[in-house]
């Protein structure tokens, strides 16, 4: 994965205040519009998508994003299919704010004065990945990822908002990666910074799950109150802990 998306992907995260792998819906279009960029879906849009002559056939996809540039001035309109699953809808969303931010466009309205445009068939494959990668790197920091000791995807999965596919897709990527972890450093550090509660929280729960899996926590057949024995030493230890 190019450091560029990552550094992208953070300064995102950062500048946004995101703090966990499960950002709403609701923040998410907060971010927009404080971006200054204009969120709609297709359904609830159908004077705007003449307005910018957006074809019929556009309207298949699952999310598109316009630019329009009126002298000099850059406008966005980011458009999702509003029948998606949430966790889709998220997903769909962040990869057209990654088409922005990575300065690609997936589709563009006719010029009104000097409009820059890259429309549909310019949109190369790599474009789409690279739109892909900004959005695993925000709904799941790699960086974090490694604080928290978290490789696989059905881990990646199970924490945040990415389905399997994608999280399989994340891990190869990022077993392929060879990025120099200085260019990101500074990042890194506000990033965790930003997490910290998600972190704590994440790690309190893998040491209890730790220390249920722990022998002398579990149900022993030589103590006769168990039960009991195992949950005082367990509420003991995380008291502790
Ligand atoms: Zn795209």
């Known amino acids: 994965m190019s450091s560029n998306i990552k550094k992208i992907a953070y300064d995102f995260i950062i500048k946004n205040k995101i703090n966990n792998f499960k950002i709403s819906l609701d923040e998410l279009i907060h971010i927009i519009e404080s971006n200054g960029w204009n969120i709609n879906s297709f359904q609830d849009s159908h004077e705007l998508i003449e307005k910018l002559h957006i074809p019929n056939t556009a309207l298949n996809k699952k999310g ?3 630019m329009l540039t009126t002298k000099g001035n850059r406008e966005y309109f980011i ?12 997903f769909i969303i962040l990869h057209e704010i990654g088409h922005i931010l990575l300065n690609h466009f997936d589709y ?3 010029p009104i004065i000097d409009s820059v445009c890259i429309n549909d068939d310019t949109t190369t494959k790599a474009q789409e990945k690279e739109a892909d990668l900004f959005v695993y790197e925000v709904l799941a920091p790699s ?22 596919e994608n999280s399989l897709r994340y891990v190869t990527e990022l077993h392929k990666s060879k990025i ?5 450093m500074v ?26 899996e722990t022998p002398i ?18 509420n003991f230890i995380i008291t502790l802990f």
């Open 64 to 66: 598109l994003t316009c």
């Open 79 to 90: 458009f999702y299919k509003s029948n998606l699953a949430y966790e889709e809808k998220i």
């Open 108 to 110: 563009c309205a006719v």
């Open 143 to 164: 960086s974090i990822l490694n604080y928290l000791n978290i490789t696989t995807a059905e881990e990646i999965n199970n924490i945040s908002y990415l389905d399997f």
């Open 180 to 184: 120099n972890d200085n260019e990101t």
């Open 187 to 212: 990042l890194n550090k506000l990033l965790i910074k930003n997490y910290k509660e998600y972190i704590k929280t994440s790690n309190k729960l893998k040491f209890k799950h730790m220390l249920k």
């Open 217 to 234: 926590l579990k149900k022993s057949s030589i103590c006769i109150n168990d039960c009991f024995c195992s949950s005082f030493i367990y």
